[in-house]
DNA sequence: TTGGGGACCGAAAACGTTTTCAGGAACGTA
DNA sequence: TACGTTCCTGAAAACGTTTTCGGTCCCCAA
């Protein structure tokens, strides 16, 4: 049954196919082959078709690595990351994978998992690699250190180097606490409060800012007094609701600094029988879509518009690989996500 | 403030430094240094020593291309998943890829959105890149078809291949059914009732068959008379239990085939004011953290050990790449997680 | 017949390694 | 002095491509 023999008779250990193969096959020289099949306009066009169909009679897939090797390009990238589970990485990711369009160019995925020594043991593996561009994808969107000056560009992403030198793709949290704050606000709300997360990440600082912000430009108090930091954790997110109804019972809308605090925000209103958005309206951050789509009503947010990020990040980084790359920090704006949460006052 | 110029002088375009430019600082052949470097026994002591520093003062890397060239072994593996947003794909990724350990091995992540010309051209990608194997993650735990025989050991993960040929490995999910309700009864749990996800899934029918078989074990019945099978959601899990308490009211456990069924059981059990785990205990599968952990209470449930199966996976294929690969279905077990949601009624 | 020119082809160098194998140096022995 | 041995070193081939450049062939005009 695991015979290795294959359908069609008994072939040797089958070594694999070689442009040589292919040459000899079609009666023409290497050289001559290799021609005709990357479209170089000095061959016959009777020669070139003979050779492609002896490439593809033996199904001939070229080396990378020998063209690699003479072309210097690998036609590959690196991608750090240093949290593969935490949900921010993997849109990026997935933006970065599919802009590369893997005909040209695939992509290496290492995680340091947070680690410093593993990040240089990674870098390392990368470059003796000869990936053509790196993307280096951070855990939290506060600055990182700079890898240095590097043999190939380098693009980072969610997480900004701490070297102005470098180029950073980032997403824009004063920006997205403005568009929360503003939904409601055109949607007649007056008694905004804010709840948020841990007060050492810049993006819970940033999203406050940008929220106090849009608050001022109508001379709008915070309702509650304060903003509510804490942890990015349902838990917090019920708790500092229930300190926030006795505080100031008159709160008409609450914008939570992501969907987890936003789902316990959500938990405690209907605990205590406050409808949404009938009398509360409640939006979330991140468009994190198993909590914002699955809550109850489903929760507007913003999306930080990752994928889009990795997009970017991917192309910035073709096009740095010959040419030459830009530095300084580069916002991507976010986008508003409405669903039930939030909607006129009666 | 962009000039190129590095920090010490100039130096013209820098080379990538080479082998040759490290024999040649330290007055040997190229052929010894290579020797001195892979720790080839033939070299004398004092001059492998001469090389070293030559090499680390140059800060020397080895092209990787041309070693793979040569020894016919690229050091690099393909991991060619159907989802990469999915929940599973992640884990099981992220235990390849440290079981590799990046010294040796690195993966080339491709992500073929469930899209089979896609995947086609992911794989041509990667054998052209002449990969040392391959691992493929389906998107759900049914069997997908194989991509029959390739040049390299593929190694089939929580998807198994269609082909008795291949060698696949998944979960156990009829044992993790058969776990969740033998913890439910070992807690004095008579009325048991199981809600969960699209029956065209072989995932929850095995979990289901795992939970009957441990209540035929000890002659209970299942409590409402019928596993409700209906969508992997949130709004299911409270549908279902509206249901489930009409129809049978005296159930005092509740074994949900996801924790985001669990998030929606108990959504409606706090709603009727039964009390978890005092009145009904609830527990629920995948061990998705933001879901069980921050649940209230925290949610008892089963991991399907992920991490793990992907780092057998990595080790099975790298035993495979020098040796051969075995064949059939192999299933990993799962791991009992146990939160407040579960506890011995009182 | 000779020469010029265009179109096409192939020999060979190159990319950066590893590995084989011939040979040189040092040394002891006959 | 001649000869084996034992150690170490380096020239060269090989891996599978791409690219340069000289050469052949053919056709046409002089």
Redesign the interface.
């Known amino acids: ?2 015979a290795p023999s ?1 359908s069609d008779g008994d072939q040797p250990p ?1 070594r ?1 196919v070689t442009l040589r193969d292919v040459a000899q096959l079609a009666g023409v020289s290497i050289a001559t082959a290799s021609k005709a099949l990357n479209g170089q306009p000095q061959v016959r066009a009777t020669t070139r078709e003979k050779v492609v169909r002896a490439a593809e009679q033996l199904s001939f ?6 063209q ?2 003479i072309t210097q390009r ?1 036609g ?1 990238v690196g ?1 750090l990351t240093s949290d ?2 935490g949900r921010f990485s ?2 990026i ?2 933006g970065a ?2 802009a590369f369009g ?2 040209q160019t ?6 340091a ?1 947070g680690d410093n020594v ?1 990040e240089r ?2 870098l ?7 990936v053509d561009g790196l993307i280096v994808v951070g855990a939290r969107p506060d600055a990182r250190p700079s890898l240095g ?1 590097l ?1 190939v560009p380098v693009i980072y992403a969610y997480s900004p180097s701490d070297s102005p ?1 470098d180029l950073s793709l980032v997403t824009d949290n004063v920006g997205g606490g403005h568009m929360a704050v503003d939904h409601l606000i055109r949607h007649g709300r007056r008694r905004i409060a804010h709840i948020t997360g841990d007060a050492t990440y810049g993006a819970a600082r940033d999203r406050a800012a940008g929220a106090l912000n849009r608050l001022g430009e109508e001379d709008l108090p915070l309702a509650g007094d304060q903003v509510w930091y804490g942890a990015w ?3 917090w997110g ?1 708790g500092a609701t229930r300190m926030l109804l006795r505080r100031d019972p008159t709160v008409d809308a609450i914008f939570a600094g992501s969907d ?1 605090i936003a ?1 316990g925000v959500l ?1 405690v209103l209907h605990q205590e029988g406050l409808d949404v958005p009938g009398r509360v309206a409640v939006i979330g951050f991140d468009n994190w879509n ?2 914002a789509a ?1 809550a ?1 009503p489903p929760l507007s947010t913003i999306d930080m518009n990752l994928e889009q990020l990795g997009r970017l990040a991917a192309q910035r980084l073709f096009a740095a690989i010959d040419g030459t790359l830009g ?1 300084g920090i580069e916002t991507i704006p976010p986008r508003l996500i409405t669903r039930e949460s939030t909607a006129p006052l009666d």
């Open positions: 049954m695991s294959s089958t694999t897939s070229p080396n990378t690595l020998a690699g090797l690998s590959t991608l593969l589970e993997i849109p990711l997935m994978e599919d893997s005909d695939s992509v290496f995925l290492c995680d998992r593993r043991h990674h390392r593996a990368l470059l003796s690699r000869r000056d043999p030198q954790s349902e838990a019920r987890e789902r938990d198993i909590l699955n109850r530095s």
